[in-house]
């Protein structure tokens, strides 16, 4: 199980899911801080009891400083690999106000299919709001759930 979250800073772009979305802001973090890419690598190295993606990725190293999180998740399944496991399948939540995101769910799911070397429907993306409370509904950041399936 894999959560993340991100504050929504403008002039900043939007990456969710692997792909740039047209939105007035964007999410803040070291990397490109793809909120769902986040949360997927941390179920990911959960589910293989290998830590967080803060552990392997640290926000203090220039290493990851604007890295696209699709190469964060390519490493991440390279790590999972070492201990023998593959990605099983991937089931995820987005938690937005803005934008509306199920019009980019096919592309996210092709992008992070092909990212992880898994069929598209082995990746669930779903996308709800918080119905306008919270710093979600308040449009103040976005935040992720995933759940992972690994086999070996």
Known sequence: M???VHQLVGRRDLWLGGIKIAHSHGLWGHSD???L???ICDALLGAAN???IGYHFPDTSQDFKGIDSKILLRKTVELIAT???KVGNIDCTVCAEAPKLN????V??????EVMGVDEDC???KATTTEKLGFTGRQEGISAYAVALIEK
């Open 2 to 4: 894999g959560y993340d």
């Open 50 to 52: 290998m830590r967080d």
């Open 103 to 106: 019009p980019h769910i096919p």
């Open 37 to 39: 890419i986040h949360a």
């Open 108 to 113: 996210m799911q092709r992008t992070l299919a």
């Open 83 to 85: 201990k023998g496991y």
């Open 33 to 35: 801080a793809d909120v």
């Open 123 to 125: 990746v669930s993306i």
